[in-house]
């Protein structure tokens, strides 16, 4: 339903569907369309590759290689802008769990197959080169909004066949997602879950940024993982933004104790 068949289609469909984001950017819905879509809707740039913006939650380059940032230095770089990122709960505990968000996309098609509701979450210690939003990447801009809110939101579409976790960098938010995720498995289970991250497989499964990852992991269908490496960007690619990056089936990854590929 609604999938893409050509690089064209991706790119008037990215230029459709790019909302302004809550602090005044814009969110790129693709993050595969590195090229950047200008502000008149046009492709700019080299065009569409058909990935999310996470995927561009990209480390150092190398060659053919990057170098992905330790949690260490990402801790360190969240305590530098002294903020949170976990769940925003009151010291008194009565304070629901909000999610700091850059944006959301209510009807997208380029992050993922099908129909799909894109949360962007704001906050990324990555700084990828060639990010194509880099307004997503301060831990103290976007805004806080409720599991809630973004629940009535996502509800608000019955024609969606999923939901994408997308940012910024969505396994630093992971505390605050888990009811999020939660609650949309109970009550919405035909939706898929798909997620972008910075980090790999196998970071995420040791509990990289923060324990609550390997939990919210669990509860994802599919992880395109890996920093965005411009060197390794190809028009070529779908659902992702450069060549380094695996679309992996996380059900059966997890049973196997090693990623297991999704196409």
């Known amino acids: 339903m609604n999938v893409l068949t050509d690089n064209a289609s991706w790119a008037e469909s990215a230029a459709a569907h790019t909302p302004a984001a809550p602090g005044g950017g ?39 290689a990057a170098e992905l940032v330790d949690a260490p230095t990402l801790a360190g770089a969240v305590a530098a802008e002294g903020v949170v990122v976990a769940n925003d709960i009151a010291a008194d505990g009565d304070a629901a769990p909000t999610i700091r968000l850059y944006g959301t996309v209510d009807d997208s098609i380029v992050d993922g197959p099908g129909l799909r509701f ?65 609650q949309l498995r109970a009550e919405r289970p035909r939706l898929n879950i798909w997620a972008y991250s910075g980090y790999r497989f196998e970071e995420l499964c040791a509990g990289q940024p ?4 390997e939990l919210l992991l669990a509860l994802v269908d599919v992880l395109v993982d890996g920093p965005f490496i411009a060197e390794q960007r190809s028009l070529e690619l779908r659902w992702k933004g450069s060549a380094n990056q695996r679309i992996i089936d996380v059900p059966a990854s997890l049973a196997a104790g090693q990623p297991i590929s999704w196409e």
């Open 26 to 64: 814009v969110v790129f819905a693709g993050g595969g369309l590195e090229g950047g879509v200008a502000a008149d809707g046009a492709v700019a740039d080299g065009g569409a590759t058909g990935a999310v913006s996470s995927a561009a939650a990209g480390a150092a380059v190398d060659g053919a």
């Open 118 to 182: 894109s949360i962007f979450v704001q906050g990324c210690g990555r700084g990828c080169p060639g990010c194509h939003n880099p307004e997503s990447q301060p831990y103290d801009a976007g805004q806080q909004t409720s599991v809630e809110q973004l629940l009535g939101q996502i509800a608000a579409n019955p024609l969606l066949t999923g939901v994408t976790l997308s940012g910024g960098e969505p396994f630093d938010q992971a505390a605050a997602l888990l009811p999020l995720v939660r």
């Open 210 to 213: 923060q324990p609550a990852a």
